[in-house]
């Protein structure tokens, strides 16, 4: 436990090591526009915006731990931008969107957001909690550009310009804590298993458990775990050995894969309930597939992209054609609204004739009941709250359009409520 302590706060002096340097490293670069230009139609710009384009970043994971989910955000959003671009642009001007692929190492991901800060408006794709809270006091002090990541640590919360769409990790694991209550059975001086990575998503969403837990009155199973730990044959004997009857998984896919079928081979069949990043339908295909099937749910701050609505319908028709070899996957949800959000402040913002980063910024406040088609309605005028507390509880199932169905439609549990993230 030392070590791995240790371990994390080098991580953490690393990163603020890298985001010292790439701060030294800018100061002295001239930036693309002073926000005080007047371009086409009488409209304010800034960095990022021409009189012809809008550009946006996308710092995504296409080769690492979320090379799956990355693939499809990325593609959601590509899609997004392209149709966007066919219907005439937004205040005139085409968008474009560069993507740069960090493969989850903070080296490349800080490097990254180096390089296309000066050129763009904003993020629409941010992949990675601690790469997010790395350059967080970049964001705060001197860049001032919007970014919407795929990220929901607690940690990103109060800034005007990092803005975190749905519920936090610790908001959705009290959600997903509820289900396990309600639904599976869990009670009163029960344990309950929490495996989860080192760093800002792991451990923010094991502040909600805990205080789930200290509600339900469960006592809650440690067991943390890096990126590059794939095999959980070590946490599932440790916990199957403390008695666990549930289990919430804070990691990736692949974690939670490996988790659930060593789990199932064990005899540990006890359900297990994951954060929304910590599934990919394409595992329905691997040798886990029939456990996750039987004993997994996860929690996601939207509806699955097989939901039956029409924005949910169209968009799996289009993906499907423009993607017709890919699998369907939250990722292509998550995208997809990242992006109309970004659109449609974008929108206000022409409206507004101010396409700097502070009109963008100021547009995206005045946007409290945003319906991104998803089955959530955003509420973005409050920088210290996630836009909803809202979870929908989804089970694999590999019979339905994009591999999962769900089984508990939007709620907020009694105990998230009356938290405070």
């Not at 509820?178 to 760093?199: A, P, T």
């Not at 004997?237 to 998984?249: E, F, H, R, S």
């Not at 060593?262 to 359900?271: H, N, W």
Request: charged share 20%; hydrophobic share 40%; glycine share 12%.
């Amino acid at each position: 436990m030392t070590h791995r302590r240790q371990a994390v706060r080098g991580l953490a002096a690393a990163l603020a090591a890298l985001v010292a340097l790439t701060a030294a490293g800018c100061s002295s670069k001239a930036k693309t526009g002073d926000g005080k230009q007047t371009g086409a139609g009488g409209v304010k710009t800034g960095e990022g915006v021409t009189d012809k384009t809008i550009s946006l970043g996308a710092l995504t994971d296409m080769t690492g731990v979320y090379a799956t989910l990355g693939k499809s955000v990325t593609q959601a959003q590509q899609l997004y931008v392209k149709q966007v671009n066919a219907a005439g642009g937004i205040c005139g001007r085409q968008l474009e969107l560069t993507v740069r692929d960090h493969g989850y190492d903070p080296q490349k991901a800080l490097a990254a957001y180096t390089e296309l800060e000066p050129k763009v408006v904003g993020y629409a794709q941010f992949i990675g909690s601690p790469f997010v809270a790395a350059v967080k006091p970049r964001v705060d002090g001197q860049d001032k550009g919007l970014v919407l990541p795929q990220a929901w640590s607690a940690s990103l919360l109060g800034s005007p310009y990092i803005r975190v769409l749905g519920a936090t990790y610790d908001v959705e694991t009290i959600n997903a804590v509820d289900f396990l209550v309600k639904e599976k059975g869990l009670k009163s001086g029960d344990k309950l298993g929490h495996v989860y990575f080192e760093g800002d998503y792991g451990e923010n969403a094991l502040k909600g458990s805990k205080h789930a837990a200290g509600e339900a009155g469960l006592t809650v199973v440690e067991q943390k775990i890096k990126p590059t730990d794939n095999d959980m044959s070590a946490q599932v004997a440790a916990l199957k050995q403390a008695g666990v009857k549930g289990i919430v998984i804070s990691a990736g896919p692949r974690q939670a894969a490996s988790l659930v079928g060593v789990a199932a081979a064990t005899g540990l069949r006890v359900p297990v309930v994951g954060n929304n990043s910590a599934f990919a339908p394409q595992l329905l295909g691997t040798q886990a597939g029939p456990a996750l099937e039987k004993m997994y749910w996860f929690a996601s701050p939207s509806l699955p992209i097989g939901a039956d609505t029409p924005t949910a319908k169209k968009l799996v028709a289009d993906y499907r054609a423009a993607y017709p070899s890919d699998a369907l996957d939250n990722g292509i949800v998550a995208g997809w609204t990242a992006a109309s959000v970004f659109g449609e402040a974008l929108k206000k913002a022409c409206a507004e004739k101010d396409l700097t980063r502070a009109g963008v910024d100021k547009a995206l406040l005045t946007m409290t009941s945003y319906d991104a088609g998803f089955g959530m309605t955003h509420d973005l005028g409050d920088p210290k709250a996630p836009s909803s507390r809202e979870s929908v509880i989804i089970q694999p199932d590999k019979s339905v359009p994009g591999g999962m169905r769900t089984v508990r439609p939007p709620f907020v549990s009694d105990a998230a409520k009356t938290y405070t993230p």
